[in-house]
């Protein structure tokens, strides 16, 4: 069983930034792709940004592209999403998500790939 926690979220003004961060449980980290999928009010769960098993290689939707950063940490289980430049629309829970064996799979936007997911964190960007 993996646990991931996320924090990190809080309310910003547009234009401000933010940096959130997941945790995960357990020694196989390493072997995990990770996601990151937010979740606005009425809207359906979307994915934002992914990272690769040993970091190499990354995934953003556009909507996201040249303001947000993905980045791990695999000696402390972790994973990051800088966030620059926000805007009111980037308002959503922020969750993070593991999928295991990452090695073997290409990163994805789809949600029901991954395996484990965090409990969320609260981002706000008021206008």
């Known amino acids: 069983q993996v646990q991931l926690v996320e924090s990190g979220g809080g309310l910003v003004q547009a234009g401000g930034s933010l940096r959130l961060s997941c945790a995960a449980s357990g020694r196989s980290f390493s072997n995990y792709n990770m996601g990151w999928f937010r979740q606005a009010p009425g809207k359906d769960r979307e994915f934002v940004a992914a990272?690769?098993?040993?970091?190499?290689?990354?995934l953003y939707t556009d909507s996201v592209k040249g303001r947000f950063t993905i980045s791990r940490d695999n000696a402390k289980n972790t994973v990051y999403l800088q966030m620059n430049s926000l805007k009111p629309e980037d308002t959503a829970v922020y969750y993070c998500?593991?999928?295991?064996?990452?090695?073997?799979?290409?990163?994805?936007?789809?949600?029901?790939?991954?395996?484990?997911w965090g409990q969320g964190t609260q981002v706000t960007v008021s206008s």
């Open positions: 998500a593991a999928k295991t064996g990452g090695s073997r799979y290409a990163l994805t936007q789809l949600s029901d790939r991954y395996d484990y």
């Open positions: 990272i690769s098993w040993s970091g190499r290689s990354t």
